[in-house]
């Protein structure tokens, strides 16, 4: 099974300069009503219009560039009363047409999974139903106008196909038309459990969570699966081409009981929480998820490490602070700026 972990014999965090960024340009705060729930999915395209969306209340914000909102979106008012959605992800095309990723059960064995789709005015189009259901996770857009879907669906499970792909294209009218992004079943098998549930049950939560996005050449890019290696597909035939082995930030963990004391350290997962990919560089945000025996069973630490484009070893890495912010998907903007999240300024920072 593929897993990229930190074990408690690491004890020293090795030194590292703090990530230091040639230019910095700082937005103006978003100006959010006290009735929206903090954002948990924020992405900036072309148009430097700023969407925030918050899918606990399925409700999108787009805002200027001077944080003022501009369009509110409540996608609640524009579905069935007596079927309950679940939203993901959302994509915005070139004509500021807004698509938001959701998935809903209308009968006890039948589950949907489609868009929720608006004008460039924030005025509600239709509910787009894909024709084959996939558990949609992340959403994007080929450069054809197809939508892209990552998740799993029951095709390997059900014993429908031998081959296992995480990566699904739709026409603009639903249509499926076909999968791609293999992994290997074997790869993800627990060694104790060796079934297709045990391995759908280990691979879920890794795709669920897996960052996806644009190279600044608008190529698209997934990482695979439990590692920390980001498979590139051609922009136009969407085939696999090159892939970029990263090697994970040097970092350990402090004293387990300086943390902890009502437990000790289980085990730490590294994970590669999001990606910024240009020409040049690569910059990644890890994140360290330690899990403990006994109370406050799971600490959080979070780091970013920076990459040239022809070398595996990271430049340089540290911690990410509340100054510093997570990376957030750029969409379609030319040049090489990365974008972070500042959620206690609640603004957007551009870090090159």
Known sequence: ??????????????????????????????????????????????????????????????????????????????RHMDVKYHFFDYHVDAQGRCYILAIWRDAPQRTHSGLFIYDAEGKFEQLLVFGKHVDGRRLLMDAKGHFIVLGLNGDYYFGRTTRLFILHRYNRAGDYLGSFFEVNPTDYMPPNARSISAMYAALRPLVDRLPVGYETNDRLFAVIPGTWNIQLFDAGSLQPREVINLQGPQVGMPDPAGLNPGGRLVAADLNLHAVHIDSASIIADFIISSRYEGPNTLINRRFRATYRRSDSFPLSTGPITADDGMLIQRVGIPGAKAYTYLPEKKRLQVLR
């Open 1 to 78: 099974m593929i897993a990229r972990r930190v074990t408690p014999l690491i004890l020293v965090l090795l030194a590292a300069a703090h990530l230091c960024m040639a230019e910095q340009e700082q937005f103006s705060p978003l100006q959010f009503p006290a009735s929206f729930e903090p954002p948990n999915i924020i992405k900036v395209f072309p148009s430097q219009y700023i969407y925030a969306f918050s899918t606990s209340q399925a409700r999108m914000l787009v805002f200027d560039v001077n944080g003022k909102p501009v369009r509110d979106l409540s996608v609640l008012e524009n």
